[in-house]
T-cell receptor, first 113, second 116 residues
Framework: GESVGLHLPTLSVQEGDNSIINCAYS??????FIWYKQESGKGPQFIID?????NKRQGQRVTVLLNKTVKHLSLQIAATQPGDSAVYFC????????????FGKGTLLTVNP | GAVVSQHPSRVICKSGTSVKIECRSL??????MFWYRQFPKKSLMLMAT?????????EQGVEKDKFLINHASLTLSTLTVTSAHPEDSSFYIC????????????FGPGTRLTVL
């Protein structure tokens, strides 16, 4: 579980810069990973996913990198815009878990105009 | 496509009362639905998994008699918080998974519960 009083990691960038958000996942048996964006008071919004047989996947302005050796996932956002400001969560799914997702702690991204 | 709705979007209730939250899949058949709880500035924590027509499977530490889950149809699941207390105040989020959609889950917009 999370430590009491632990603040949400934050990343502050200038509009137009590239953003990199990192996530350390917990289970080496996980085979499916997803990045979600969550705006205040809303549900998670799917951004991009990747399976464990890949190490990179690109979408529109976003790239996900997976390093299974160190159990690390990253989300790169190109040309960050003010509308990208939100909390970003990584989530992992383990084979045989009945499709249950385990969410990471989240990172608050703030884009300054 | 793949839209999930929740009702109500926010609810305020008195301590000791019960509150029902609905989760509907609008354009797909959700063979599996998941319920999450999220406290302020925290991550989503899975509470339970329900398959249509079956009893829900609860995560460790989640009281099944307090959080009643019903998944009677392929498009509707309900979460009832019984005898709610202030510590149950949270953001409750559901998601649905279609049998043919693989691992992907589609999330609802969440329900803000405040217990006075």
């Amino acid at each position: 579980g999370e430590s009491v009083g632990l603040h949400l990691p934050t990343l502050s960038v200038q509009e137009g810069d590239n953003s990199i958000i990192n996530c350390a996942y917990s289970n080496s048996a996980s085979d499916y990973f997803i990045w979600y964006k969550q705006e205040s008071g809303k549900g998670p919004q799917f951004i991009i996913d990747i399976r464990s047989n890949m190490n990179k996947r690109q979408g529109q302005r976003v790239t996900v990198l997976l390093n299974k050796t160190v159990k690390h996932l990253s989300l790169q956002i190109a040309a960050t815009q003010p509308g990208d400001s939100a909390v970003y969560f990584c989530a992992e799914n383990m084979v045989g878990s009945n499709y249950k997702l385990t969410f990471g702690k989240g990172t608050l991204l703030t884009v300054n105009p | 496509g793949a839209v999930v709705s929740q009702h109500p979007s926010r609810v305020i209730c008195k301590s000791g009362t019960s509150v029902k939250i609905e989760c509907r899949s609008l354009d797909f058949q959700a063979t599996t639905m998941f319920w999450y709880r999220q406290f302020p500035k925290k991550s989503l924590m899975l509470m339970a998994t329900s398959n249509e027509g079956s009893k829900a499977t609860y995560e460790q530490g989640v009281e099944k008699d307090k959080f009643l889950i019903n998944h009677a149809s392929l498009t509707l699941s309900t979460l009832t918080v019984t005898s709610a207390h202030p510590e149950d105040s949270s953001f409750y989020i559901c998601s649905g998974r279609e049998r043919t959609s693989g691992d992907e889950q589609f999330f609802g917009p969440g329900t803000r519960l405040t217990v006075l």
